[in-house]
């Protein structure tokens, strides 16, 4: 690949009927990078992502993923990713490591049970490989869905709200299985309606706003645009995080079923 960018998107509508959802989407991620894309309920953060992953085709604009314009290379997009969506996708009656295996296979690739274990380990999901995933907690679930996503091992990953409707533990690990991805290389683009996950995660971040990009930069970037600090003496009170973590106990919990 010769552009540095793993993602580009230029001038990106969509429209449902008479609602303009995107009207002229720009932004660029560059590759092995976590990028963020922000907005509220409907700003069209999954419609970006679907279009990204030639669900859906644009009115007008331009994409392309991983060199491959989304338009008219689908399927070198669609070798190139893997797309984790807002609800999980996992198989309930299945275990865990019998889901990974049966994508493994889909996916022809050598060596399925290897390949299931070697992310079971890395999503801390080993003990809980033989059970039904019918039996798993919310964030069990999202790791399992995320490990999924990574058979073959895709070098742009889409993840649409990878951490709503999680626990506060769970998004800390989801967070920390994402920083992993990035860490050993592979393009993140995330969608959320957390700006502390943003704030966590990203390298950058855009927030989708009215079908366009109003604002995208680092955190600090993002952070100047606020007016200069001002000193003031407030009474710290605990955010309601700290008061979860201080009666449910630091981080072992769950798992062990
Ligand atoms: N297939 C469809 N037909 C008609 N309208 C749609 C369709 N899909 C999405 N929309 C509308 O487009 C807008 C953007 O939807 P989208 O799902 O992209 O938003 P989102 O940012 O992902 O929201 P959320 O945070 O709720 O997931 C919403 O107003 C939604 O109702
Ligand atoms: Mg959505």
């Known amino acids: 690949m010769t552009t540095p960018n793993a993602i580009h998107v230029q001038g990106l509508e969509k429209s449902y009927g008479d609602v303009n959802v995107l009207r002229g989407v720009d932004f660029e991620v560059v590759r092995g990078s976590i990028f963020a894309l922000l907005g509220s309920n409907g700003a069209g953060k999954t419609t970006v992502i679907r279009i990204l992953s030639t669900l859906l085709k644009a009115d007008a604009g331009t994409a392309t993923v991983h060199g491959f314009d989304v338009a008219t290379r689908g399927a070198d997009v669609r070798e190139s990713i893997s797309l984790t969506g807002q609800f999980a996708a996992v198989d309930e009656i299945l275990s865990g490591r019998e889901n990974l295996v049966l994508i493994a296979k889909l996916r022809h690739l050598r060596n399925p049970g290897?390949?299931?274990?070697?992310?079971?380990?890395?999503?801390?999901?080993?003990?809980?490989?033989?059970?039904?995933?019918?039996?798993?907690?919310?964030?069990?679930?999202?790791?399992?869905?995320?490990?999924?996503?990574?058979?073959?091992?895709?070098?742009?990953?889409?993840?649409?709200?990878?951490?709503?409707?999680?626990?506060?533990?769970?998004?800390?690990?989801?967070?920390?299985?994402?920083?992993?991805?990035?860490?050993?290389?592979?393009?993140?683009?995330?969608?959320?309606?957390?700006?502390?996950?943003?704030e966590q995660l990203a390298d950058r971040i855009a927030i989708l706003h009215e079908g366009r990009i109003i604002v995208n930069g680092t955190l600090a970037e993002l952070k100047k645009l606020l007016p200069p600090a001002k000193v003031e003496y407030v009474e710290k009170q605990p955010r309601l995080e700290d008061v979860f973590f201080a009666i449910v106990g630091g981080k072992d919990r769950e798992d062990q079923a």
């Open 114 to 198: 290897a390949i299931a274990d070697g992310l079971l380990a890395r999503f801390s999901l080993t003990d809980a490989g033989a059970r039904r995933v019918s039996t798993y907690s919310g964030g069990m679930r999202r790791r399992l869905d995320i490990a999924m996503s990574l058979i073959g091992n895709p070098p742009v990953v889409f993840l649409d709200e990878p951490t709503t409707g999680l626990d506060p533990q769970a998004r800390i690990e989801v967070w920390d299985a994402v920083k992993e991805l990035a860490g050993q290389g592979t393009t993140v683009l995330l969608t959320t309606q957390y700006l502390d996950e943003a």
